[in-house]
C-alpha cells in the first residue's frame, strides 16, 4: 500500500557497522572491512555514500586516510564524508 507521498528516496537501503561493544569501547573494524559495509559483492544494490562521522583529534594525512584513498580510488560510485573532529574548540561544551 502506498499514501500519496513516498518521500525523496523511497527505494533507499541504510546499512551500518556497529563500532562499539558492551563496555562502551569504541573499536574499528579494519578500514577496508569498514568502507565494504553495504558494498557486498553480488549484491543488487550498494551502498554510495559512508560517513565516518566520528572525525579525528589528529590533523595530518594519517595512514587511514591513505587508505580511505586507496579504497575510494577504486570505486568510482562511492563517497566517503570523514568529520574533522568531534572534539569541538578548546574542547567546550556546546562548540561542535
Partial sequence: ETGLAQGVAPGAKLAFCDI???????????????LATGRVDGMSTKAHI????????????SFQARQFDDIIFGEED???????????????????
Fill in 20 to 34: 562499539g561493544n558492551d563496555k562502551k569501547d569504541l573499536l574499528l573494524p579494519p578500514n577496508t572491512e569498514l
Fill in 78 to 96: 562511492l563517497l566517503v564524508n570523514v568529520a574533522a573532529g568531534n572534539s569541538g574548540r578548546f574542547d567546550a561544551l556546546n562548540t561542535v
Fill in 50 to 61: 559512508h560517513s565516518a562521522s566520528w572525525g579525528s583529534a589528529i590533523n595530518f594525512y
